[in-house]
């Protein structure tokens, strides 16, 4: 069993930052990706960023310049430190892990945390 665990969302003005973390615990053999998505009220989920085991990180242009993501493979979590942030950030922010667990070594499964709201007033 794998438990994605967020924190860090919250209002802020345009212009503002905010920081998101994301943990992953559980039987975890190996993370192959982990990253962000977020969903806006009436809108699909999209990509934000995401990172790889090989340290290739994958930026929508949306948010390139603005937003960093980084890991901390001890402790098997990433942050999303977003800054200059715009009302059309405003949305559900999910972390999103490809992981393979002790027992399914061989084919990573998806795993979704529960969601951060964040939201940025004009």
């Known amino acids: 069993q794998v438990h994605l665990v967020e924190s860090g969302g919250g209002l802020v003005q345009a212009g503002g930052s905010l920081r998101l973390s994301c943990s992953a615990s559980g039987t975890i053999f190996s993370i192959r990706r982990m990253g962000w998505y977020r969903q806006a009220p009436g809108k699909q989920r999209e990509l934000v960023a995401t990172l790889t085991t090989g340290s290739n990180t994958n930026y929508s242009d949306s948010v390139k310049g603005r937003f960093t993501l980084s890991r901390d493979n001890a402790k098997n979590t990433v942050y999303l430190e977003m800054n200059s942030l715009k009302p059309e950030d405003t949305a559900v922010y999910y972390c999103?892990?490809?992981?393979?667990?002790?027992?399914?070594?061989?084919?990573?499964?998806?795993?979704w945390g529960q969601g951060t709201q964040v939201t940025v007033s004009s």
């Open positions: 999103n892990a490809a992981i393979m667990t002790y027992y399914s070594r061989t084919r990573a499964v998806d795993y």
